[in-house]
């Protein structure tokens, strides 16, 4: 990694001139309520990998940022290193700093309820640790699932286990649609989330100055054993309300905000409002850099104003599942309306503009937060990405197409950049230019120009360099944790390229044995090879004798679409398995050809046309460029 240069330190000093320096209430609020830190602790997996530690973070004791570092985003850093146990209130505690997310306990009249047991087992299990050390040691009696992203429920059997669930022992509470969500969301494009994932993150870069300082919400995202129990109690209506172990909850949805299946809660008794992760330190994502469904904007201000006007003036304390709480009523309400205002504010005025012809590029360099809000610290970008965001608001209403027929059908990325550079006058004379425009600091440009440089020939070692140099100083002068870390993330694989990743599914054995059989054939129809299926048609009855389902799976017009309940009377062949034998196969511990062979698939009919339909099918790389041309196959 290298230095900033003197025009990126120039463009931190005057972002530091503008951050509302005078309020230091975010390590206060950070620091009130502690018991014990986490620390330096290695938390590790049995095998002695380590899936989450803090070191490596000590750079961050410093008031002052470095020049490589923009000083909204490393001062956010410093106060996202709180960590450990702390209460809240009492009968409400929070573990924070043991994964990107908080685990908040509420101690019952018998038991605990958990609620988001982080992303992994490992972290969990430590977390309850940590807490049992300070408090009464006392069951488990539910566990909540504040929505269906994976760092609010990946760690559940290391506070809970299945067998306690099935036993009705411990209830597990989630909003409506969950489980569709939960083991969804990441399957159909889930290769491509995952790539894309590493640079979001930055899981592999180097922690340090001039590497990855933080997410947004947390510092890193743990690597451990992500699992998953069905909820037992779903919150359907809008506004629910539940005595669950003595406390009574007041559950509200939030769908298609932040998560497509999520909730709020809020805890009369102790005056404590939950907005789980839609009112956050920060201005959060509407569509995040590993990608997702565009999410709403609008609704989502709706939301937090529906929270304020209904619990706000009840309210003493406010807590999310990210981050740090915000204490006192008056304060609480003030977030509030602080919160609701930016989503409301960036929707409106993209949307304004929207309608009078300028495209989401054009619409995010015109789009600046109101000083009010910019002042207010909880409303920066250290998170989301105002110009992502409001790119994602366009693109929700509009689409990606501009309007203009230019780009209806442009060229495809390596064949606009070779015309491109042969119109410039040649790589030589590009480099020459591109050069002269980063001394003059024009990073933004250069990223651009060197990039196209590189998709015209990644052979050329001279326009990586300068391409990672322009992505380094865009990374050190970005408020965004994910938009620092994507750039950083970019400047590491133009100058090393892609790395070595971990092979298998990518997708934990409980999601996988969660999926419900109508989406993984959908997944199975996203693998098809269309044109190795061109004229081919297949029929296969697939029946399984454990969950006593029966599914047809048709081939045809070069697609595979499935039918449930139902058996084809015309099909080429009859497949019966179990359900266990098909999630083997998914978590590659076997084949299907080893599945045949072994009996644990019998086959009626023409048995060929599982071989042949199995040969059509692609197998997804993980180690595929981003930042550079795909190798021509």
């Not at 990586?464 to 694989?493: C, H, K």
């Amino acid at each position: 990694m290298k230095d900033a240069t003197e025009a990126t330190r120039a463009a931190n000093r005057a972002a530091l001139a503008q951050m509302p320096l005078a309020d230091q209430q975010s390590f206060e609020d950070a620091r009130h309520g502690f018991i014990e830190a986490l620390g330096d602790r290695l938390i590790m997996r049995p095998d002695g990998r380590v899936v989450w530690t803090l070191k490596g973070y000590e750079f961050l004791g410093s008031d002052e940022a470095p020049d490589s570092v923009h000083p909204g985003l490393w001062r956010h850093a410093r106060v996202n290193t709180a960590n450990g146990l702390y209460k809240v209130t009492d009968r409400v505690y929070q573990l924070r700093g043991f994964d990107v997310s908080n685990m908040t306990i509420i101690e019952g009249d018998s038991g605990l309820i958990v609620i988001d047991p982080l992303i992994s087992t490992e972290v969990a299990k430590a977390a309850m640790e940590l807490y049992l050390k300070h408090r009464p040691k006392r069951p488990v009696t539910a566990v909540i699932y504040s929505h269906s992203h994976v760092d609010h429920f990946g760690g559940v059997r290391g506070v809970v286990s299945g067998d306690e669930v099935a036993a009705g022992k411990v209830t597990i509470w989630a909003p409506a649609g969950f489980m569709a969500a939960a083991v969804g969301e990441n399957v159909i494009a889930g290769n491509a989330m995952l790539r894309r994932a590493l640079f979001q993150f930055g899981a592999m870069l180097p922690r340090g100055e001039r590497g990855q300082v933080d997410t947004g919400l947390g510092k890193s995202v743990s690597l451990g054993t992500v699992t998953l129990i069905p909820p037992t109690n779903l919150i359907e209506k809008p506004v629910e309300t539940h005595r669950i172990d003595g406390v009574e909850i007041i559950f509200e949805l939030t769908p298609d905000a932040e998560a497509p299946a999520e909730l709020i809660m809020y805890y009369p008794q102790f005056r404590v409002l939950n907005m789980t992760e839609i009112a956050t330190q920060n201005f959060h994502n509407l569509l995040p850099m590993r990608g997702a469904l565009v999410r709403d904007s609008l609704a989502w201000s709706k939301y937090i104003g529906g929270a304020l006007h209904r619990y706000g003036a009840s309210s003493d304390i406010l807590i999310a599942q990210h981050n740090w709480p915000v204490w006192s009523g008056e304060r609480v309400r003030a977030f509030l309306r602080k919160q609701r205002d930016a989503y409301k504010f960036v929707h409106d005025q993209t949307v304004r503009l929207m309608n009078y012809g300028y495209v989401g590029a054009e619409i995010a360099e015109m789009v600046k937060l109101p000083a009010s809000l910019n002042q207010e610290w909880s409303t920066h970008s250290f998170y989301g990405s105002l110009k992502h965001n409001i790119k994602a608001i366009y693109q929700r209403y509009l689409g990606h197409y501009d309007g203009n027929p230019a780009n209806l059908d442009a060229l495809p990325p390596v064949e606009a950049a070779k015309k491109s550079v042969e119109y410039m006058g040649g790589a030589e004379a590009v480099l020459r230019k591109a050069r002269q425009d980063y001394a003059r600091a024009e990073f933004r440009w250069v990223a651009q120009v060197a990039s196209q440089l590189v998709f015209a020939d990644p052979a050329n070692r001279d326009a990586r360099e300068l391409a990672a140099d322009a992505f380094e100083q865009l990374g050190y002068q970005a408020e965004s944790a994910t938009a620092r870390n994507a750039y950083l993330q970019g400047a590491f694989e133009l100058r090393n390229g892609v790395p070595n990743l971990p092979g298998g599914s990518g997708a934990a054995p409980d999601i996988i044995r969660s999926l419900p059989l109508d989406m993984y054939f959908d997944f199975m129809a996203v693998r098809l090879n269309g044109d190795k299926a061109a004229g081919k048609t297949i029929v296969l009855n697939w029946r399984f004798i454990d969950t006593r389902q029966d599914y047809v799976l048709n081939l045809e017009n070069s697609a595979l679409t499935c039918v449930p309940d139902t058996q084809a009377d015309n099909a080429d062949a009859t497949l019966t398995l179990t359900r266990a034998t098909l999630d083997e196969i998914s978590l590659q511990k076997t084949t299907f050809q080893s599945a045949l062979q072994a009996g644990q698939i019998t086959v009626t009919g023409k048995g060929e046309k599982l071989v042949e339909l199995l040969g059509m099918l692609d197998t997804f790389p993980i180690r595929f460029p981003v930042v550079e041309p795909r190798p021509t196959r």
